[in-house]
């Protein structure tokens, strides 16, 4: 039986809760006040916490801080229960490691759909957790220890379709590692469209740039979908950078072909036209796909990256299946002919 710890201070929504979890089958633990909250989460550790943000004694802000600062309850999944809907409520909690929000009043199913996605989700991520060092192979055997090292005492956190990692203009606070799903960084033309200029799946490193060069962020990262990442303090990435000159030339590697695929992006802006360069996008996305020959992408997005207009992609991605270059259902697209494609004239 999982074991949920609910810290609300309004007696009737803690009640209501309390009633609604223990009818579908959990053992929940109240407290009505953040003090008493952490003093239960510690002793008893419980599978998931709900934390109200406004309380007296101690708010969530400050239970989440304490619970993240002790390892025998930093990676339990942590819930705010808010009234608030100001962004910069969701990403000082989301900076501190939040996994997830329920904006009151919630009724009983948004509170059952949250509680169970995200401890079947954290189950998941702990299951396949070695999985994120997949991409650090490259790197010496002692300083990729370390650098595990350094990401598993960090906590997996969490953010929602069309949630914002950061903004363009934000300081860097460190280094993110994907774990999985997909963040794309995003600029804003002078005539309102968005421009994709980057996808980053699992295992890839977003924001190296900035934190190497210290100077703010240039775009905007947004979550293509359902994301889990670590986030590594800037101060510790730097220190480990500084240590190894291998570990230096790999981080290079990676800022050189980020470099590189910009580039690309910006000659074929230039110079391409509207089906050479859609046929390119979708030639650099089957790259990075787990299958090259399907991708899952919208309209929009391949708009985004190509600079291109909504409707002449649509004109396009018709052209291209009545030539049989690809099949497309939905958001679906099955490459037919990548060499076809490759060689499609300007």
Do not use: W
Request: hydrophobic share 40%.
């Amino acid at each position: 039986m999982k074991t949920i710890l609910i810290i609300e201070d309004n007696k009737d929504i803690r009640e209501s809760s309390v009633e609604i979890l223990e009818l579908s089958g959990y053992h929940v633990l109240q407290a009505e006040n953040g003090k008493i909250g952490v003093h239960l989460a510690i002793q008893q550790r419980p599978d998931l916490i709900l934390c109200d943000i406004m309380m007296p004694e101690m708010d969530g802000y400050g239970v989440l801080y304490l619970l993240a600062k002790n390892k025998e309850t930093a990676e339990i999944p942590f819930i705010f229960l808010t009234a608030k809907t100001d962004r910069t409520d969701f990403r000082k909690g989301m900076e501190m490691g939040a996994d997830d929000y329920l904006t009151k009043p919630y009724d009983d199913m948004e509170l059952l759909n949250a509680v169970e996605a995200r401890i079947n989700k954290h189950h998941r991520q702990h299951v396949h957790f070695e999985s994120i060092f997949n991409g650090l192979q490259t790197l010496p055997s002692a300083h990729g220890d370390e650098l595990k090292e350094l990401i598993s005492d960090r906590k997996l956190r969490h953010v929602k379709k069309k949630q914002i990692l950061y903004y363009e203009g934000d300081t860097p606070q460190g280094l993110y590692l994907v774990l999985e799903g997909v963040i794309k960084t995003i600029k804003i033309v002078p005539d309102g469209r968005q421009l994709i200029t980057g996808l980053y799946k699992s295992n890839d490193y977003i924001g190296m740039d900035a934190l190497v060069l210290d100077q703010p962020f240039k775009d905007t990262a947004e979550a293509v979908e359902h994301t889990s990442f670590y986030l590594i303090p800037k101060e510790l990435v730097i220190n480990l950078i500084n240590k190894s000159n291998e570990v230096s030339r790999q981080f290079i590697r990676i800022l050189c072909q980020n470099v590189h695929e910009k580039e690309e992006q910006l000659l074929e802006l230039a110079y391409l036209s509207v089906r050479k360069r859609l046929a390119q996008v979708l030639i650099r996305l089957s790259k990075k796909s787990p299958d090259t020959n399907q991708l899952s992408i919208s309209r929009e997005e391949l708009a985004e990256l190509a600079g291109v207009a909504i409707e002449s992609v649509s004109r396009t991605l018709t052209d291209f299946k009545t030539e049989g270059m690809i099949e497309k259902n939905g958001s679906f697209i099955q490459l037919m002919n990548m060499d076809k494609l490759s060689k499609i004239r300007n």
